[in-house]
């Protein structure tokens, strides 16, 4: 049994992307096996989270190398089922090479010698009129000295072309709207950081679009209660289809779903 009650920016962007895919994840919640992208991705957003425990003089390239290890332990002893994504000792290698040039990107987009982030990781939610439940991580709150508020996420991937930037856009997007209901202060800048091409994107919301951001989250979860109500999930087929797990249990590549588990509540409905 599942329960529709609330949302987040990851759960939204997968009903935008393929309402199928939202109810595998969402209502079914199956297991899906970890991938070497998404567990780097855990890792350097672990040594950077812990990288701003340190003394502001401390924070070093140094300093973060040395932090890979500790995380990739702490990780892998709270999911030991996690090193079944290497074969080799020789892949492991090639993940830590990689997460280490990851970490000494973020040295070239920032000096976080100058910075003292408000929190980072820091979980947020929200309930709108309609009884729908925003929430979600970010990466890490700044506060200027003036009181301006930034929001900062980690992208450990390459910064992708316009067209393609649409997700990552309306994450922020949305954060910006759960951070505006709770304390009715306008974010000054999103900024998102992307270290597999050593890019920063930064943004500044307008009021304008903040309720254009509510508008269509509320929009989306009228269309979530519609395939719910009708247990109608549209499959969306893409080039994206290559990298689903869901593929084997899709009927658009002439595979059978299984039925959709019982939902014992929507909020909206």
């Known amino acids: 049994m599942a329960e529709l009650t609330s949302l987040s920016p990851s759960r939204a962007n997968d009903f935008i992307q393929c309402p199928l895919k939202f109810r595998f994840r969402s209502v079914d919640r199956l ?12 890792v350097v957003h672990s ?15 140094d300093l973060a190398q040395s932090l890979l290890m500790p995380a990739w332990s702490d990780l892998v002893e709270k999911d030991p089922e996690v090193l079944e994504i290497f074969s080799s000792e020789a892949e492991k290698e090639t993940f830590f090479t990689s997460a280490r040039r990851l970490i000494d990107s973020y040295f070239v987009l920032e000096y976080p010698e100058h910075l003292e982030p408000d929190e980072t990781e820091k979980y947020v939610r929200t309930t709108l009129e309609s009884g729908l439940e925003l929430r979600g991580f970010i990466d890490r709150v700044d506060v200027a000295p003036g009181g301006e508020k930034r929001l900062v996420d980690y992208k450990t991937g390459k910064q992708p072309k316009p067209q393609y930037g649409r997700e ?13 209901r709770l304390s009715g202060e306008l974010v000054h800048t999103l900024q998102l950081m992307y270290l597999g091409s050593r890019s920063v994107v930064k ?29 109608r999930w549209r499959p969306e087929k ?15 590549w002439g595979n059978a779903a299984p039925p959709t588990p019982e939902i014992t509540k929507v909020v909206g409905a």
């Open 31 to 42: 297991p899906e096996p970890p991938s070497q992208a998404a567990f780097r991705g855990t």
């Open 47 to 61: 040594v950077l989270e812990r990288l701003f425990t340190a003394p502001a003089s401390e924070r070093t390239a």
């Open 168 to 180: 990552a856009k309306f994450q922020m997007g949305f954060y910006a709207l759960v951070v505006y």
């Open 203 to 231: 943004s500044h919301p307008t009021m304008n679009e903040i309720e254009q951001t509510e508008f269509e989250i509320e929009a989306i979860w009228k269309d979530i209660i519609a395939a719910a109500e009708s247990d």
């Open 238 to 252: 893409s080039p994206l289809c290559n990298w689903c797990t869901f593929k084997p249990l899709c009927p658009a």
